[in-house]
């Protein structure tokens, strides 16, 4: 009998049944002296004992302020050190941090703050341009709930970092101490392509088992020193980057408030780097600086690339140009915390491109036919779905799209088509809202994108469908090229392509970019490209 795209984790390490607080205070106990946080623009550094102080400081603060357990702040920051404290701080309190994405505008943050009731929040003044303070302004009177606003650096943020008294630091203990790891404790608002954001609600149990194990599969110790080039205000930094460092013992180093190649070789080189973070654009950008074999990047070991498949050559590159002989490649969502599967140090480079790795431990996974829900066999293309400890506890105060994200069994159903093979691994071969429906042929961007890779003059590719008379949908690649490559149009893209895919795989459009429109973290905005696309063809 065939065998079904069904797998299950391995059961060890055990899981964490602790708070975020309990967890650092066991680490700063073990590995007091270790560096936790480096912020190399700030030039701020903290250990293990400074930060936990510090968080501890905040909370007191907090609660001096008539926040408690339960309550939602905000934080609207790029990455600095100031980040990872009112994360640690808020869990210590119990207080639900309410992640806010740096690049929001108005209508965006209004709605964040009113749908999660932030009773607080905490803000660096203004990032590239954006006045953070003028915008809190802008909304507030549309947010009754929010009773305090705190600027970084302002005299308000000193006093809620002010030394805590004897009593305070006691009261704190008890609150921290009646907490359970089961409690809600971050919301982070997912941007669907239609309707508002959905605020994903995350417990302790869930983030930090999930930053821990992860941390674990990269084999982290006390001696490791991550560079973390991700937004903080996404799983990938604050829960891969902080809580996988926290729960081991290693340092954080924050090289730029936003992403900067050049500043992100130079902390790997002058922190001396084990592990380096990023989605493929990024080490893309880090590879192709002008000045790239001046950076020592000997000490690195491993790192973390997720967010989109990762092309063979830049896989390539890292490994031998970058020394990340043992990079992992993460898949997953916010609503699982985020990693459901992860190659491991071991694993085959074909593994590495072709793959995003085998299931995490104490977790489930399987394939189903999106229509009837049935397990596929293995090798067979359906849905990604997911079960265990970090499935979300839920959409924020949204019952119907909860039940719509995950069925009556506890199963995550996450719109990712994907395939298991025969080991188990999984390759995720696009959304199935990215699915494009040819005069009645499935054609799966993915596949076409990457038998575009392999063309010399095209750095990257993104294929979406596009409206068609004939076949209800057509294709359309956007490219970007190489410097001093010869433009390129359809008709050289299908003198490239013919005998090598088949025919209704050729793109029939061709637009050449400079760059593609991006989400804050990385991704690419498949949907702002169609709308475009729309226009620039006239359908």
């Not at 803000?123 to 606003?149: T, W």
């Not at 020394?323 to 969502?333: A, K």
């Not at 599967?341 to 489930?364: A, C, I, K, S, Y």
């Not at 189903?368 to 293995?378: A, H, K, L, M, N």
Request: glycine residues 8%.
């Amino acid at each position: 009998m065939p065998e079904l795209s069904y797998a299950q984790g391995e059961p060890v390490p055990e899981l964490l049944e602790v708070t975020i607080g309990r967890s650092l205070a066991a680490t700063a106990e073990r590995f007091g002296d270790n560096d936790a946080f480096v912020d190399v623009t700030a030039g701020v550094r903290y250990t293990y004992t400074e930060f936990l102080a510090q968080a501890r400081a905040l909370a007191c603060g907090m609660r001096r302020a008539g926040l408690g357990v339960g309550d939602r702040v905000g934080i609207w920051s790029p990455n600095r050190i100031e980040w990872p404290l009112v994360q640690y701080a808020t869990a210590e309190l119990g207080v639900i941090l309410v992640n806010i994405n740096p690049a929001y505008r108005l209508n965006e943050l209004e709605y964040a703050l009113t749908q999660s009731s932030v009773a607080a929040i905490v803000a660096a003044p203004e990032f590239k341009g954006s006045d953070y303070a003028g915008m809190i302004e802008q909304v507030r009177p549309n947010c009754p709930q929010l009773r305090h606003v705190v600027l970084l650096d302002s005299p308000l943020w000193a006093e809620w970092n002010a030394e805590p008294t004897a009593d305070e630091l006691a009261e704190l203990a008890q609150i921290s101490a009646s907490l359970s790891a089961t409690d809600p404790i971050n919301i982070q608002y997912t941007s669907g392509t239609t309707g508002n954001p959905k605020g994903a609600t995350l417990s302790h149990r869930n983030i930090l088992n999930n930053g821990y194990l992860v941390g674990e599969l990269c084999n982290y110790t006390d001696q490791d020193r991550i560079c973390t080039p991700v937004p903080f205000y996404h799983c990938f930094g604050m829960v891969m980057g902080n809580l996988a460092a926290t729960t081991h013992g290693a340092a954080i180093v924050i090289p730029s408030p936003g992403f900067d190649p050049a500043a992100s070789l130079k902390a790997v080189a002058d922190e001396r780097c084990t592990s380096l973070y990023g989605v493929p654009t990024m080490f893309i950008a880090e590879l192709a600086l002008g000045d790239f074999d001046s950076y020592d990047l000997s000490s690195l070991r491993t790192g973390i690339m997720a967010g989109s498949p990762c092309p063979a050559e830049v896989m390539r590159k890292v490994i031998d140009r970058m020394h990340m002989s043992e990079v992992s490649i993460c898949y997953g969502m916010t609503e699982t915390s985020p990693v459901s599967t992860q190659t491991r140090v071991d694993d085959t480079f074909e593994r590495r491109v072709g793959t995003v790795g085998r299931v995490g431990p104490h977790l489930e996974i399987k394939i189903v036919d999106p229509v009837t829900g049935e397990t596929v066999e293995r090798g067979g293309t359906g849905e990604f779905c997911t079960r265990g400890y970090s499935v979300m506890n839920g959409y924020w105060e949204n019952p119907e799209k909860t039940a719509e994200a995950i069925d009556s069994d506890g199963w995550m159903h996450t719109g990712d088509l994907a395939v298991m093979d025969d080991a188990g691994y999984v390759q995720i071969t696009g959304r199935i809202k990215d699915m494009v429906i040819r005069g009645g042929e499935n054609i799966y961007p993915r596949e076409i994108e990457e038998f575009l890779y392999g063309h010399p003059d095209i750095v990257d590719a993104q294929v979406i469908g596009v409206p068609d008379e004939k076949y209800g949908e057509e294709l359309m690649v956007w490219v970007r090229l190489r410097p001093g490559a010869p433009t390129m149009d359809a008709d050289s893209l299908r003198e490239y392509a013919s005998g090598q895919i088949a025919r209704h795989k050729i793109p029939r459009y061709v637009h050449v970019v400079e760059d593609f429109p991006m989400t804050v973290t990385g991704k690419v905005r498949k949907v702002q490209m169609r709308q475009e696309s729309i226009e620039i063809l006239g359908l």
